[in-house]
């Protein structure tokens, strides 16, 4: 079973934008904080952002390599969570996942390929 689906990646200059998305399936609940993780060439998957509810408000958190460049977001309706990144940087080139947080082993997905460069 596919429980999310990553897409939105691509190739872009230094500088530029790009959205990444990443639908839920059923057998993830609403409720469930999602964050992103990306993992660069020959280096270990990392934290990027996660985003949960409490009360009545959003919570989100990010990496300190991305603050004030990269924004998530969630469509609870959708059950889709975004990743606006902003302001990209070569150092951000990498394949981009989300799960839940803490990330379960079998909701990795295929990841959406992120590629910085002139």
């Known amino acids: 079973q596919v429980h999310l689906v990553e897409s939105g990646g691509g190739l872009v200059q230094p500088g530029g934008s790009l959205r990444l998305s990443c639908a839920a399936s059923?057998?993830?609940?609403?409720?469930?904080?999602l964050a992103w993780y990306r993992q660069a060439p020959g280096k270990q998957r990392d934290f990027v952002a996660f985003?949960?509810?409490?009360?009545?408000?959003?919570?989100?958190d990010y990496a300190d390599s991305v603050k004030g460049r990269f924004f998530i977001s969630r469509d609870r309706v959708q059950n889709t969570v975004y990743l606006q990144m902003n302001n990209l940087k070569p150092e951000d080139t990498g394949v981009y996942y989300c799960?839940?947080?803490?990330?379960?082993?079998?909701?990795w997905g295929q990841g959406t390929q992120v590629t910085v460069s002139s």
């Open positions: 799960n839940v947080l803490p990330p379960l082993e079998h909701y």
């Open positions: 059923s057998s993830i609940s609403t409720s469930d904080a």
């Open positions: 985003i949960d509810r409490s009360e009545a408000a959003d919570y989100t």
